[in-house]
């Protein structure tokens, strides 16, 4: 039977994601030799944005802080964590770029060109 504490988790995972962390929206296209990934990050700093490749993943977190100096008067705009990864195949690792321009973040990925396979002489005995 599904219960109640059940319920709440999976609704809280809809909304933040697993961990404590929410999710933010991206397109991921494919292109010419690669992939684009677009995330809308508004109001989050450079500097509070991390990216990492590992295992085929590529990791997106960020975070929004408040500035510990203003004085609020009103204060909407929440304080989080944020958090993404995505699957990839076999990519140029050494090829991954990134910008952060008027809160969308744009992550550059080209894949590995394909080895050529080399024909292998045999000789008879």
């Keep these: 039977m599904y219960n109640l504490d059940r319920v709440f988790d999976d609704l809280a995972d809809m ?3 697993k961990g404590g962390y929410r999710n933010f929206p991206l397109d991921l296209v494919e292109v010419p030799n690669g992939y684009v990934v677009t995330a809308e990050l508004p109001g989050v ?3 509070d944005v991390k990216i990492a490749f590992e295992d085929g993943i590529l990791t997106i977190e960020a975070s929004r802080t408040k500035d510990p100096k ?3 008067l009103i204060n909407e705009r929440d304080v989080m ?5 995505i699957s990839f195949g076999e990519i140029d690792e050494e090829s991954i770029s990134a910008k952060l321009e008027n809160g969308l973040l744009i992550v550059t990925i080209r894949t590995k060109a394909p080895e050529e396979k080399q024909k292998k002489l045999i000789t008879i005995e």
Excluded: I, Q, T
């Design 81 to 85: 964590n944020l958090k993404r990864s």
């Design 70 to 72: 203003a004085k609020y």
């Design 45 to 47: 700093n450079k500097e």
């Design 15 to 17: 909304f933040y994601g």
